[in-house]
DNA sequence: TCTGGGGTCCTAGGACCC
DNA sequence: TCTGGGGTCCTAGGACCC
């Protein structure tokens, strides 16, 4: 019985190496949108102490002058190369859960009984460091929890390990020991908090606690974390892409907004981007939701923020109707003086695209979907938007701050890398 | 001056039913 | 004067994840 995790190094980083190899060895940092925070590191960065989510401007001038090399995040790049990644481990074994853009969970049980998990996992590391360039460590153990403790692990032992299997009881007792609770999955700075007045501090004090008592005192949630870490399986490897339950589109400003007119447009175009992601994923929803909220960390300004939710008398994926909603869940959240810092949108309530549900009450007003119409926009749309609708900002996405951005080396026939 | 974005799951409590 | 008990469904919000 085993699972693998198999977990990028410092994948954001790492993605940017791939065509800089002159950037060997130079600490490397990716910064979220409006190159606000930090979010990645190369492990140069973080011997520099560099910390994960610490805001850019703190961290600017020392980082710089300390000679380090910094990117806005390019993420269709890093999808890209996910991808790959992805599609490599996929070839190795049939049962795989792509857990995040940089995780993923091998399902071990489905190979043959005489592989030497071991060694098979030293392999696959190799192909996948040969042919994408992007540096992965495995976590082997019995169920998904443990196998986060033996990536840990790994990253602890700071010696060049990248493949490290937790079978035996001593082996994951000893991991366990040196594991502080608040690193073990599904333990936040909540649970954290409540578990070290319980005198909890490592995971292995964790997993010495009777589940059910963790059950009365906590919840199922963390019971089932307990019992993952004595071994017992909870949590199944989940290989079918079960489609989503919502859709958020949000963005932070680079410049505040504080009149509607301003702000309309911009919800106007997460409104346009949440209809096409909704129709990719081949469903419609009956909820659109749009909040609003000023900067939570200007303690000396006027705060605000709110969220309402339209429910649609027919489930929907047609961008027309989704705009028309925002509009009307924007207008009474919104309020002059305050000075907004981020927007969003979020759909909810799916069904699928092809079941019809048509509702007695529907207002002969509404806009008629026009499934095939939508579809041409799509299609036009594809490679370079060119059709917008009359009420979105056509002139930037969103007001964001972003410089720094790398070529899309292996998305785009303009950006593909050059050899001289 | 400057602090990300996109998800999932669980629970408590309200509305409603008989 | 005294005003039940048991159930379902939905939602908002919290906690967690990368």
Redesign the pocket.
């Known amino acids: 019985m085993a699972i693998a995790l198999v977990d990028c190094e410092s994948f954001y980083a790492s993605c940017e190496r791939v065509f800089r190899p002159d950037l060997k060895n130079i600490p490397i940092v990716v910064l ?3 190159d ?2 930090v ?1 990645a590191r190369s492990t140069e960065a973080k011997k520099m102490g560099i910390a994960m ?1 610490v ?1 850019w ?1 703190k961290v600017k001038d020392s980082f710089l002058k300390q000679k380090g090399k910094v990117f806005s995040s390019n993420f269709t790049f890093y999808g890209d190369m996910s991808a790959r990644v992805m599609n490599i481990l996929e070839g190795f074994v049939p049962k795989v859960e792509i ?5 993923a969970f091998l399902d071990l049980d489905t190979l043959r009984q005489n592989y030497n998990l071991y060694d098979f996992s030293c392999h696959m590391r190799i192909l996948v460091k040969q042919w994408t360039g992007i540096p992965v460590r495995i976590g082997i153990a019995p169920t998904k929890t443990l196998s ?1 403790i033996a990536i840990n692990e790994i990253k602890r032992i700071n010696v060049p390990t990248y493949v490290l299997q937790l079978s035996n009881k001593d082996q994951i007792r000893y991991a366990l020991a040196n594991t502080p609770v608040h690193k073990v ?8 908090e409540h578990l070290n007045k319980a005198k909890i501090n490592t995971a292995l004090d964790l997993a010495e606690v009777s589940p059910q008592n963790i059950r009365r005192k906590f ?3 963390l019971e089932r974390t307990v019992r993952e870490l004595r071994g017992e399986r909870c949590l199944s490897i989940e290989d079918d892409v079960s489609s ?9 400003f680079g410049e505040r907004v504080s009149n509607l007119e301003t702000l309309k447009p911009i919800v106007s175009n997460f409104a346009v981007r949440a209809s096409e ?1 909704l129709r990719k994923e081949k469903q419609k929803c009956s909820k659109v939701s749009v909040f609003v909220r000023t ?1 939570p ?2 303690k000396n300004k006027p705060q605000h923020s709110d ?1 309402k ?1 339209i ?1 649609l008398l027919t489930p929907t994926n047609d961008t027309r109707d989704i705009l028309t909603a925002a509009k009307k869940a924007l207008v009474p959240i919104f309020r002059s003086g305050y000075d907004y ?2 927007a ?1 949108i979020l759909l909810s ?1 799916f069904s699928n695209e092809d079941s019809k549900q048509f509702s007695l009450f529907k207002d002969p007003n509404e806009p008629k979907e026009n499934t095939e119409f939508m579809k041409y926009i799509d299609y036009m749309n594809a490679f370079e938007t060119q059709i917008y609708f009359a009420s979105q900002n056509t002139k930037k996405w969103s007001p964001m701050k972003q410089n720094m951005t790398s070529p899309k080396y292996t998305t785009n026939w303009y950006e593909l890398p050059k050899v001289n």
């Open positions: 979220s949108n409006n606000g925070c979010i989510g805001p401007f857990y995040s853009i940089d995780e986060k999955w599904g333990v936040g700075r909540k649970l954290n919840s199922v949630v989503k339950k919502q859709i958020v589109v949000s963005r932070s992601k900067s960390f200007n969220l939710t429910s810092a981020k969003g309530k």
